[in-house]
């Protein structure tokens, strides 16, 4: 890993690149941008050859506070991206390509010319690590998935680093963020204490790993939910009791168990250090808090081989886009056939983990087909009919809600697709699920489903009867909150509006009742969505027409970190006060009033109260020049 810092003379040019005269004004040249990899290790960045350097091209990028540098390949795809965000004239994001797609970002948060924050993206995955002492290693992890947090936990046994391991646990402030009753804390405590000397234990047993171990898989059970009225704490609790990874070192494959995890805010946490091998057979895994619930995972010796070829495919796939519908159906449907070998040799709990597998590669296959190939969607069709005549009623009801939404989006894949048609079909299937599965997994999901494709077609009453449904009888699905939203929002005309949170960038506590007096436009925004740009501008030309009449308004972001919603506005200013809290559409802004599409706009009247929770933007003007007539 290249760790190079700026130079004097790249940083002499980022110092000038507002206009000065130098030689350097123009920017730097192609081999300096390429002097800099991630500071992260295992980062696949595209890096062109030495034969194609000359055929590169530095582009100078200006936002509307900043500017940058953007090196495309000879393809013209994007290479490198560092940019100044802040218009202090020192790059402070560094984004890193691969065939195209940006997969690594690194920010300086705090203006000090320093990354304190990594993020992954893309096909490289979805982590935000945080580096609070800037010696560019990851302190905390921010956001994290049980699958990544099982390639750091390899990677720090490779490496005997337990400060890496560290950054993966919970600590204190977590702890209070979940809010434990007192024994679930004093246990999670205890775990955490002896820690480091399992984690010694476990490295001085796997001295032989190496930096050419390669992780393969990860093996989770369904996560549980521990409601908060069963545990004595302020909050359900998410968690995995365990996970097996499977490594290759030296030809063969091995295990090691990851220990417990729970889920803090974005982050999977760990309470436990790793331990080597699969747990044995007599070794119980509690699924809802009761370890008489049945045996760990086992991993027989004739599965080892069918995992390996697992790898093999998912190696297979590497820096090719999924986006792609045939390359989606072929890779799908290769490890549906591997998942089926695996499924025919297990038994038990563990063979229903590979059939749910094997159920979303054929969905996921079924919805990349094209329209006049329907073999994929038979297949899980056959899957689903014969768990109903032969597997659990929550197998089978797993299965079939893949099998649902492989059909609902190959009719919308039609070419000149019958909507309102579709919509109702649609409706009339989720209808079925929930009343046959309704202790599915799934089931919360349906019920959401339901409730929005009725408030979409109009049908209002039965969409509060469905949300009503989803928040009074699955109170331990996270959806319960956010059906509970969705009630709130559709009873919310004629009603005062409440709306307070930090303001983006500054973290400054905001209050719409500082408001009082004015017409307010509320507006749920975020920088993936495409009619956003095109709404700001007819946002800015009402505020430039309305403001001195008592106009104002309000944003809030649901983008997945500040960055993104920053550098939207800088190419989009817009007068307004823009809200933002972590957690994107499931953040506490978002689920207030049960935002389930964007963009979403309130209109809100000089006393408070809502005059509308559906205006359009292109009837926004009337009801503002109505509100002022009055």
């Known amino acids: 890993?290249?760790?190079?810092?700026?130079?004097?003379?790249?940083?002499s040019a980022l110092l000038l690149m507002a206009g000065a005269t130098s030689a350097w004004a123009a920017g730097p040249s192609v081999e300096d941008l390429l002097k800099y990899?991630?500071?992260?290790?295992?980062?696949e960045v595209s890096t062109p050859a030495e034969?194609?350097?000359?055929?590169?091209?530095?582009?100078?990028?200006?936002?509307?506070?900043?500017s940058g540098y953007l090196l495309r390949d000879p393809d013209g795809r994007p290479v490198?991206?560092?940019?100044?965000?802040?218009?202090?004239?020192?790059?402070?994001?560094?984004?890193?390509?691969?065939?195209?797609e940006e997969v690594y970002r690194e920010i300086d948060t705090n203006a000090n010319r320093k990354a304190d924050q990594f993020r992954w993206m893309g096909s490289a995955g979805s982590k935000i690590g945080i580096d609070l002492n800037?010696?560019?290693?990851?302190?905390?992890?921010?956001?994290?998935?049980p699958e990544e947090v099982s390639q750091e936990i390899l990677a720090a046994i490779i490496n005997r680093d337990f400060d890496r391991l560290k950054a993966l646990m919970v600590n204190e402030a977590d702890l209070k963020t979940l809010e434990l009753s007192t024994k679930e804390a004093a246990r999670i405590k205890e775990k955490l204490a002896g820690a480091q000397e399992k984690f010694n234990n476990t490295t001085a047993g796997l001295i032989n790993l190496s930096n050419k171990t390669q992780w393969m898989h990860v093996e989770l059970q369904a996560p549980q939910c521990i409601p908060a009225d069963a545990s004595g704490g302020g909050k359900d609790i998410f968690r995995y009791k365990g996970g097996t990874i499977l490594y290759q070192n030296a030809g063969k494959a091995d295990f090691v168990q990851t220990g417990e995890m729970v889920l803090v805010a974005r982050a999977w946490k760990l309470i436990d250090a790793p331990s080597p091998g699969h747990a044995p057979m007599d070794e119980p895994v509690a699924r809802n808090g009761n370890a008489n619930d049945g045996p760990a995972l086992q991993i027989s010796e004739e599965i080892k081989p069918l995992l390996a070829k697992l790898q093999q495919i998912d190696e297979s796939i590497k820096g090719q886009s999924l986006g792609d519908p045939a390359t989606a159906v072929r890779y799908n449907l290769a490890r549906a056939a591997v998942l089926q070998e695996i499924v025919a040799k297990s038994a038990g709990r563990q063979q229903e983990d590979w059939i749910r597998q094997m159920a979303d590669c054929l969905s996921a296959a079924a919805q990349n087909s094209p329209a006049n190939d329907n073999s994929s969607y038979q297949r899980i069709v056959?899957?689903?009919?014969?768990?109903?005549?032969?597997?659990?009623?929550?197998l089978a009801g797993y299965v079939a809600y893949r099998e649902m939404s492989a059909d609902y989006t190959r009719r919308l894949n039609v070419e000149k697709p019958e909507i309102a048609k579709i919509q109702e079909y649609w409706r009339e299937r989720l209808k079925k699920f929930v009343s046959d599965f309704p202790s599915a997994d799934d089931a919360p999901d349906a019920l959401l489903q339901l409730g929005m494709v009725s408030e979409f077609m109009g049908k209002e009453p039965e969409a509060k009867n469905w949300y009503a449904k989803l928040a009074k009888e699955y109170t331990a699905s996270p959806l319960a909150k956010k059906a509970d939203g969705c009630l709130r929002r559709l009873e919310l005309e004629g009603k005062p509006i409440e709306l307070a949170g930090p303001k983006l960038g500054n973290q400054i506590a905001f209050d719409i009742s500082q408001m009082s007096g004015k017409i307010v436009v509320v507006y749920y925004w975020a920088s993936w969505n495409g009619q956003c740009a095109a709404d700001f501008a007819k946002l800015k030309a009402l505020s430039l027409q309305y403001?001195?009449?008592?106009?104002?308004?309000?944003?809030?972001?649901?983008?997945?970190?500040?960055?993104?919603?920053?550098?939207f506005l800088q190419n989009n200013n817009l007068d307004a006060v823009q809200l933002?809290?972590?957690?994107?559409?499931?953040?506490?802004?978002?689920?207030?009033?049960?935002?389930l599409v964007l963009p979403n706009l309130f209109l809100v009247g000089k006393d408070g109260k809502v005059v509308s929770r559906s205006v359009q933007i292109t009837g926004l003007e009337d009801e503002i020049k109505k509100l002022l007539s009055n």
């Open 37 to 43: 990899r991630p500071k992260q290790e295992g980062v």
């Open 547 to 567: 403001k001195s009449k008592g106009l104002e308004l309000v944003g809030v972001n649901l983008d997945n970190n500040q960055v993104d919603a920053v550098n």
């Open 51 to 66: 034969n194609q350097i000359a055929n590169c091209k530095v582009e100078v990028i200006k936002g509307e506070k900043g």
């Open 580 to 595: 933002f809290q972590q957690g994107a559409l499931d953040s506490p802004l978002a689920q207030q009033y049960g935002i």
């Open 80 to 100: 490198r991206r560092f940019f100044d965000s802040d218009g202090d004239r020192y790059i402070d994001v560094w984004s890193y390509f691969l065939n195209g």
């Open 134 to 145: 800037e010696d560019g290693k990851i302190d905390r992890w921010e956001m994290i998935s």
């Open 1 to 11: 890993m290249v760790t190079a810092r700026f130079g004097a003379r790249f940083l």
């Open 382 to 394: 056959a899957l689903s009919a014969q768990l109903l005549k032969s597997g659990s009623a929550k």
